[in-house]
């Protein structure tokens, strides 16, 4: 069965030597090409990944990091990690985000939202919607890293704040 790309419309061929889950032509993933035109974006609509995966000789599983890779470049504007292990997945985001070629901005209540590797917080970003807003509005392609968002969930206007946060990255680079 031949594939077509529902971003470009380009109908795949056996010999074309793009991967399997790739459009030849515009690059798009076909996974998130076809489930954009299917779902719509919503704090619901994510991906959620177990951490409780073996860990390779350098401590990373690097199926996990094929994965997140994969969805990022794919324009999931949200992926949900559950975890405890906060540490880890933040190793994982720096080893991700430097494979990516991409700034990582990390956020929690304590501190508010940062670069990774710098100690000043952006101002006014403790406040989880507010951070959103400065994402949105520096529209700087990059990984960012919410840990303990989750007690938030129930306010509606943040709920409503990440629908649109994770619609403006699945038109734009990051996550």
Known sequence: MKRKCNKCGYERNPLDPAPEYECPRCGSMYPRA???QQKSIDPGHHSELDLHCEQGDDGLNQEML???NLLIRSRYGMIWIATIEEERTES???YLADSLNLPLFLWNLNTGLHREGLENAVYGTADPK?????IVAISLPAVYCFQ???PFFDDALLKAKLTNLARFF?????A
């Open 130 to 134: 507010m951070a959103f807003d400065h």
């Open 34 to 36: 076809e489930s954009t």
């Open 170 to 174: 699945s038109e734009h680079e990051g």
């Open 66 to 68: 094929r994965e997140l």
């Open 92 to 94: 994982l985001m720096k």
């Open 148 to 150: 303990g968002l989750s």
